[in-house]
């Protein structure tokens, strides 16, 4: 599908992708690529071994994985990017209609800005979608009625970001479909404009490294991206029409030539304007890969999802339930090598005990805590973690909930200079800043301490540790993905390398996407590759860009 993308990409973009791709090979030797830049000063030693130094230099490797922000929506103008929000031109941003034409002006925030009235800093937020209208078609800070800057602890409404969608948002690299093709009218365009003062990642990625060109792995949404991270490649459903889920088989338009637009409804509005456009399905593709949320085979689910009759399993003929898994995983290439490993996921004792801690649930607090998310668990739709299989046990750890480490196991771990030579953190629901269900400043807290934390252990003096999101979450980013395969990349994320080992205080311009974290695990561990990664490296390549890196780029060693 990608490969009918448009070629429109940011000015000289082929210099652009090369020194990407040659920083990526690069940066691990100490030896700078063309055209980079560093502060006076320093200078780099190169490696005899590349390899060596890194096997030598990091021991542990975390990944701390949350959710659904776009660079832009906190990053925008941070110091040192290749390309700033502020030197947009305006026609670099502007939004067109569903019909092609260009928006007078941003239609309205459909459902208002805030999911629902909350009380924060003292003060009553409740943002109705005609309470800020008239929006210019640009991007814009976020903000109240009043012109206030918007806090970070206020919740704004959950948007769209699923993998038609994405794609018709990115709109062959122009970025100016996401008012149309979003469901939030406006809100896609906005953005925190006061991250330099008030995000704790942002001073963390002032002392560290900051990713300017890190891409989602795949098109779409949160099931996705983490079945991407750990396998390179989305779930497949065989047999799919037959099966209790073949009314998610999406119908694509056929008067579509890219072949990404789902079937709309007939009452869906022709015009953003008018509201949000409404498909009929697109869970899977025509040939059955899962593309969009599904359920895990296993326990902990959504409630009222359980099987009655197999304890820890979930209804296999609800059509949500996607059947177990049997391809590879990194947490597969890490166990054929030896290598201990672990995904902690924060909440997962509170849902497999009572799976009304899941998201959905109500309760006296908002949003529920800890609110917990069971198709943000990957490894629990594979066969190889079903109940009672060992390495269920072994792997899949529950991270507890809360911000200390008498709550909270993944961070008692750390302490304890416990964590395996790879590590996987997942953050409870209402701490991993999902617009919707999470604030921003709850996770950036949250996220700051947990990195404070691993800072203070006893293994950091050989760590790596990777802060990204799994996806945009519908927000606008103005860089174009660059061409990949059928599955991504798609749109720009954060993403931050901190490690006593990063290039300290810089921006790191080399192409990345989220399967360049099991890049790196691969090659520090010395592993067999996954077939998704070789696929995306060849495909990049055909397109005319350099592979993804493997984050090397942004470490230096001597």
Partial sequence: MSGDRDDDQPQDPERRLLLGGLAAAAGLAGIAAPGETRPAGRKRRPAANPDAALQAHIDTVVVIYAENRSFNNLFADFPGLQRPLSALKPEESAQRDRDGTLLTTLPKIWKGLTAQSQVVEHRVFDIGENDLTGLA????????????????GVVTRDLVHTFYNNQ????????????????????????????????????????FTLCDNFFMGAFGGSYFNHQYLIAAQPSFYPAADQSPAKARIVALDPADPR?????????SPA?????????????????FWAVNTMLPPYGPTFAGMRDPERPGYANADNPMTLPPQTHKTIGDMLSDRGVDWAWYAGGWGAALADESAAKGATGPDFPARPNFQPHHQPFNYFFRFAPGMPAREQHLRDGGEGETARTNRFLAD?????LPPVSFYKPQGNLNMHAGYSDVDAGDRHI????????????????????????????????PPPKGDRWGPGTRIPALIVSPHARRGEVDHAIYDTGSIARFITRRFGLAKLPGLIEREKAMIAAGGPPPGDLTAALRFG
């Fill in 259 to 267: 072949g990404i637009r789902p079937k709309q409804k007939a009452n």
């Fill in 168 to 207: 018709l948002q990115i709109n062959g690299g122009r970025n100016d479909g996401f008012v149309a093709w979003g469901d939030s009218g406006a809100l896609v365009m906005g953005h925190y404009g006061d991250g330099s003062s008030n995000l704790r990642l942002w001073q963390i990625a002032r002392e």
């Fill in 414 to 418: 750390v302490q304890a200079g416990r």
């Fill in 137 to 152: 078609n640009a991007p814009f800070a976020l903000a109240t009625p009043d012109g206030d800057p918007l806090p970070h």
């Fill in 271 to 287: 015009s953003a304007m008018q509201g949000p456009p409404l498909f009929v399905s697109d869970t899977l593709t025509p040939d």
């Fill in 448 to 479: 700051a301490a947990v990195i404070d934390a691993l800072r203070k252990g006893p293994q950091w003096e050989k760590m790596l540790i990777v802060v990204t999101f799994d996806e945009n979450g519908g927000w606008w980013d103005h860089v």
